[in-house]
């Protein structure tokens, strides 16, 4: 089966930046996602990487390793707005999307 | 507003009771899901459906029925469900062949069974 790995929770301070690290073991792969879901809402794309590399959109950023099966989501300048959970998504050899458990990300003032 | 809109939004059950969740998406995609989310676990895929047919279904147990009238809608019916199947149930959408595969996902119908 597919094995998405990422943290339960992490805090940080308004301003600041957070790391959200996502590892992976998929059989095969076509693409990693991020995205944000707010508490009682749906899950809203944040970014798509299927090259090796970093692609930046505004304060958020991610990265990919395809060698090392491995991804981040960086967040910078952090927002009050910005707590919610962040879940990590590998598209398979299949075409089918895998999730991770999600990272909830507490901003604090 | 993403483009999918699902209904009920919250819905409370007991075991013996027949119920139905809707979908419907606005956004022209050829591909729909449902999806479970339990608390502190990943999504669940549960069906997909490609072209209105039925592509995947993820040993779904038979108390959990799909069905997809049109590229537009679809709906999950529920029957003699247990307590354990309380969860979110999310519907998304996608464009189907040669997409990156990016879901647009609805709400979610919060499901409680009593």
């Known amino acids: 089966g597919q094995n998405i790995d990422q943290p339960t929770e992490m805090t940080a301070t308004e301003g600041a930046i957070v790391q959200i690290n996502c590892t992976y073991q998929?059989?095969?792969?076509?693409?990693l996602f991020w995205y944000q879901q707010h508490a009682g809402e749906a899950p809203t794309f944040l970014s798509y990487?299927?090259?090796?590399g970093l692609e930046e959109k505004g304060r958020f950023s991610s990265f990919l390793s395809r060698s090392k099966g491995y991804s981040y989501l960086l967040l910078k300048e952090l927002q009050m707005k910005d707590s919610a959970s962040y879940l990590c998504?590998?598209?398979?050899?299949?075409?089918?999307?895998?999730f991770g458990a999600g990272t909830t990300v507490t901003v604090r003032a | 507003e993403t483009g999918v809109t699902q209904t009920p939004r919250h819905l409370v059950m007991g075991m013996t009771n027949k119920k139905s969740l809707k979908c419907e998406q606005h956004?022209?995609?050829?591909?729909m899901y449902w999806y479970k989310q339990s608390a502190k676990k990943p999504l669940e895929l549960m069906f997909v459906?490609?072209?209105?047919?039925?592509?995947e279904n993820n040993s779904v147990p038979s108390r959990f029925s799909p069905e997809c009238p049109n590229s537009s809608h679809l709906f999950l019916h529920l029957h003699t469900l247990q307590p354990e199947d309380s969860a979110l149930y999310l519907c998304?959408?996608?464009?189907?062949?040669?997409?990156?595969?990016?879901?647009?996902f609805g709400e979610g119908s919060r499901l409680t069974v009593l």
């Open positions: 998304a959408s996608s464009q189907g062949q040669g997409d990156t595969g990016e879901l647009f």
């Open positions: 998929t059989s095969g792969f076509n693409g």
């Open positions: 990487n299927v090259l090796d």
């Open positions: 998504a590998v598209r398979d050899g299949d075409y089918k999307l895998s």
């Open positions: 956004l022209g995609h050829n591909a």
């Open positions: 459906y490609n072209f209105k047919e039925q592509t």
